[in-house]
Every structure is written in structure tokens, then in C-alpha cells.
């Protein structure tokens, strides 16, 4: 037995799911328990029952590491709920004055986030030359007069140039001491709005961030546990929990992406369609690599346009608690109770794979006057699915499809657009898998002259895969083992002198811990 254990938790909408690893990567336990609507319940019941399931007493003891894939963040924003008031300031006079900070935002979550906006003197052009020198003057007024829980700073092409943005950080320090404060290069790419309402969400999360952090601690401090702590984020890698304290918005997302990740993992392949079958959606991705493919959309939080990577998932409305005849709607974590194969009366898509043959799942038989209307079901079912396959396999048919989740089993042993159909073990707690072997990473975007430039252009470049580097290693990477694993330049239209957009990604296997 590997001396040291690492348990993956991740929550999702209908199950909190639970595995434990050790140092080889093998499953020695798993558990599945219900969301709680406070996410917090739900969390401590998986980590209880996770680690009552390994097979000797006291392994728990040697529980090391946890990370956790959690839809804290991304429940606050769509309930308007324990989100920080943000002072927003944008270095931008005379440049962008036309469109306010928050402008396209729902009235009321811009109620509730914004403590007060203003647009200053500053910003830089494309190539990094300054649109307007920084009113240094404006700034400290603006963070003087508007108290806030925390500041979230965007400089327009501060990509190209976040000397502005750090300088007006050094500002924010000297005028009100320790407050935190969201910088917009670190947070998103390229496109002023988008950038600034990531920054923005950003901040607002702050106070999130720290209660789940501190809920997770509670948890395993009653468990007796001291471990290291890391948070899943949105590409399928880890982050520290210091660093994800600094950028909760980047755990919006991670739950599909931990299912692609724990889905190469469990099946061994690193090029296929996932699809991730829970209690109310089918979330279906791409593994590229052994990675999400990730989305070249703007991605929309709760009503606000963002811009900073997540995975390419398309969702349809089919899960094990989905009810058979109904607008989409699902029974969620009630399916123990109320589905027919539980002795309950609500016939749902669980009930339809039993009677289809597809399953055992249940506690009763499937009432013989439910057949053909269920039948009917998985008819619909699968056509869903094999049009979904379909769509985000933009006309391969040649990767297989991987088939995980709890309610893995109501796909067809064959579909339509997949070379075959895969169905490893444990693919019912794949996204706690994918949360439990990840990796830490770091990425950085900026902007490079597209050619010339000599050793000019080259210097950039190797700065630039320093800093994703660099941030890896912030999110908890081994220094030794970081490695480049993107590198990408994206030419720049309508410019005098030619450029790029570069974006580097950096990940690496988590630090060795000392004994």
C-alpha cells in the first residue's frame, strides 16, 4: 500500500461524487452522495463516506492531498447570492468612455456586485504604446471614496501591457491596505468588455472563495486530516488554494472539464467524445490530447459575456432523473424516491433504461403498463444523443465515445458518429477522478510582433513561456516538471505593423510533498 492518498471530490447538480487514489493512481474507494442545496452538506457527506470505504482502518490517516471541483462559484452568480461588492475602475479615458463598465450586465446582478464604476485616464494600444498616461490622481480618489469589499482593475490591451494595471495595484495598497484587488491581465484574454466582466465576477467572488475554502478545512479538520487543498479549474487542471483564492472565477466550468479529464484517465484514451450522463443533463465534450477541447465562443455567466477559456460542452436535457412525457424537467436528488424503480410513481429516463434492458439500477420491477411508453423514451434518448455526437464531432466519426457518469448506462452500446462506445470502471465518479489526478497549470496571453523583430520577438516569446511557467508553479507545480503544452499565435487584423495574439499554457504534475 503507497504510503500517501489523495482523495478527488467533485460537486455537481444533482450527486456530490468521492474517489480516494494513491501515489500509483489506482481507486481504492468511491462514494456518491446528494447535493445539498447548500453544496456545503452534500460535500462533507462524500468525504465521510469516501474515506469510511477504504478497505483498511485508519488509511484515512494517510490522506494527504484534496481537490475539489465545486459549483460554488458559479451557483453564487446565477442566485445573485454571498457575492462581494466591487469598486470597478477602468484605465480607458478618453478612449472607451462610450460603453460603461457593466453596461450589458442584468440589472440585478449589477445591483448587487457594483459598489461604484469610473473610467480613467490610461490604457494602452495594441502594440503598447500608452493611449493616455495614468491619472494617478483619479485612482486614489475613486478608491478613497468608494468602499468595497474588493477593486477590480481593467486596462484596455493590458495584455499587450499591464504596467498600468500592477501600478494602479501598488496605488490601491498605499491608499486602503489590504484589500484584494482582480487584475484583468491575469484574469482574461483580449476584448476590453469581456475581460472586464471576468475581472469583475472575479472579485465578486472573493468572499465565496474563502467560505468554501473555509467549509472544505472545517470538514476535514473533523476528520482529523491536515492536508494541502487544491481547487479544480475550468481547463481540467489544479490550482493551490491559495492561488484559486486570487482567481475563483477560473472554477467556474471545472465540473465537465474534471468529467474529460477522469474519462482519459479511467478509459486510456486521449482522443475521443465524452459524454458525462448525471441526474439531469448529458454534458458532451472533446478530449484533445488527453485535454478539453476548449471553447473559441465567448462563454455567458449568469447573464454576463466572458472571454476567459472553458471547455467546449454541449449540454442536453437527458439525465437518469429526467421524467419520461415532461418538459425537460428532472427529479434530481428525489430519483431515490420517486422514480418507478424505487417504488415511486414518476417515470423517469433510469426507469426507461431498466425496462429497455440497459441497467439494473433499483429496488422494484418496472410496471409492465409503463413499457412501450417508455420504450418511446429511449427512442428519443437516443436519437438526442446520436445528434449531439454529431455536433461536436464536426464530422469525425472515427473517435469512440467514452461513456461516464452515474447514469452512464442509459446509452446504447452503439452510436451513431462513434467508433464504439467505451464504458470503463468507475466511469460513475469520472469527475472526481479527473479533480484527483490533475494537473497544476498557468497560461499567459499577450501580444507579439507577427515576424522581424529577431531576437526581439524570440526574447517575448521565452518571457512569455517564463511567466505560464511561473504561474504553474504559483498554482502548485513542481518547478522540475513544468513543461509547455501550448503554445499558439493567432494573427491580428487591421494593425500598422503585424502581430500576434500569443497564448501559452504551462502545466506540470503536482510538487512532490515532503515525506
Keep these: 500500500m503507497s504510503n500517501t492518498l489523495r482523495v478527488g471530490i467533485d460537486v455537481g447538480g444533482t450527486n456530490t461524487d468521492a474517489v480516494v487514489l494513491d501515489d500509483d493512481d489506482r481507486v481504492l474507494a468511491t462514494a456518491k452522495r446528494p447535493t445539498s442545496p447548500d453544496v456545503t452538506e452534500g460535500l462533507r457527506a462524500a468525504l465521510d463516506a469516501v474515506l469510511a470505504e477504504l478497505p483498511e482502518p485508519g488509511l484515512d490517516k494517510h490522506v494527504k492531498r484534496v481537490m475539489l471541483g465545486t459549483t460554488h462559484a458559479t451557483n453564487a452568480i446565477l442566485e445573485r447570492r454571498a457575492l462581494g461588492r466591487v469598486a470597478v475602475l477602468r484605465l480607458g479615458a478618453p478612449a472607451t468612455t462610450s460603453v460603461p463598465p457593466l453596461s450589458e450586465w442584468p440589472d440585478d446582478l449589477r445591483d448587487t456586485v457594483a459598489a461604484g464604476t469610473a473610467i480613467v485616464r490610461g490604457g494602452h494600444f495594441v502594440d503598447g504604446r500608452e493611449i493616455a498616461p495614468l491619472d494617478v490622481d483619479a485612482v486614489r480618489k475613486f478608491v478613497a471614496t468608494t468602499p468595497a469589499d474588493a477593486v477590480a482593475v481593467t486596462g484596455v490591451f493590458s495584455p499587450a501591457s499591464a504596467d498600468q494595471e500592477n501600478r494602479v495595484a501598488e496605488i490601491i495598497r498605499a491608499e486602503i491596505g489590504d484589500v ?25 467572488l472573493y468572499g465565496v472563495a474563502r467560505d468554501v475554502t473555509a467549509a472544505l478545512r472545517g470538514a476535514l479538520e473533523a476528520r482529523g486530516l491536515e492536508v494541502e487543498t487544491y481547487f479544480a479549474q475550468n481547463d481540467g487542471t489544479l490550482m493551490a488554494v491559495d492561488y484559486a483564492a486570487r482567481y475563483p472565477v477560473l472554477t467556474i466550468g471545472s465540473g465537465p472539464a474534471n468529467s474529460l479529464r477522469g474519462a482519459a484517465y479511467l478509459s486510456g484514451v486521449t482522443d475521443a467524445i465524452v459524454a458525462d450522463v448525471g441526474g439531469t443533463s448529458t454534458d458532451l465534450g472533446v478530449l484533445v490530447g488527453g485535454f478539453p477541447r476548449e471553447s473559441a465562443a465567448a462563454v455567458e455567466i449568469g447573464g454576463v459575456t466572458t472571454n476567459f477559456r472553458m471547455p467546449d460542452i454541449l449540454s442536453i436535457a437527458l439525465g437518469g432523473g429526467t421524467i419520461v412525457g415532461a418538459e425537460p424537467r428532472s427529479v434530481g436528488y428525489r430519483i431515490g424516491t420517486e422514480a418507478l424503480v424505487f417504488g415511486g410513481t414518476t417515470p423517469t429516463m433510469t426507469d426507461a433504461a431498466v425496462a429497455a434492458g440497459r441497467g439494473t439500477v433499483g429496488t422494484r420491477p418496472v410496471p409492465e403498463e409503463w413499457y412501450e411508453r417508455l420504450a418511446g423514451a429511449v427512442r428519443a434518448a437516443d436519437e438526442a444523443v446520436a445528434d449531439a455526437v454529431d455536433r461536436v464531432a464536426l464530422g469525425r466519426a472515427d473517435r469512440p465515445l467514452v461513456a461516464v457518469g452515474g447514469g452512464a448506462f442509459l446509452l446504447a452500446d452503439h452510436v451513431p458518429g462513434a467508433r464504439e462506445v467505451i464504458r470503463p470502471a468507475h466511469a460513475e465518479v469520472a469527475n472526481a477522478v479527473g479533480a484527483a489526478i490533475a494537473l497544476a497549470s498557468g497560461r499567459l496571453e499577450t501580444i507579439v510582433p507577427a515576424s522581424g523583430g529577431g531576437s526581439s520577438r524570440a526574447r517575448l516569446i521565452d518571457n512569455a513561456k517564463e511567466e505560464a511557467a511561473a504561474r504553474a508553479v504559483a498554482a502548485g507545480a513542481d518547478p522540475a516538471t513544468v513543461q509547455i ?27 512532490r510533498q515532503a515525506g
Excluded at 491581465?185 to 465578486?204: C, F, M, P
Excluded at 501550448?486 to 491580428?492: A, H, Q, T, V, Y
Design 485 to 511: 503544452v501550448e503554445l499558439s499565435e493567432i494573427p491580428l487584423s487591421y494593425l500598422p505593423e503585424p502581430a500576434v495574439r500569443l497564448h501559452v499554457k504551462a502545466a506540470g504534475p503536482l510538487a
Design 180 to 204: 484584494p484587488v482582480s487584475l484583468s491581465h491575469e484574469i482574461g484574454s483580449l476584448g476590453l468588455l469581456e475581460r472586464e466582466n471576468a475581472t469583475v465576477l472575479n472579485a465578486a
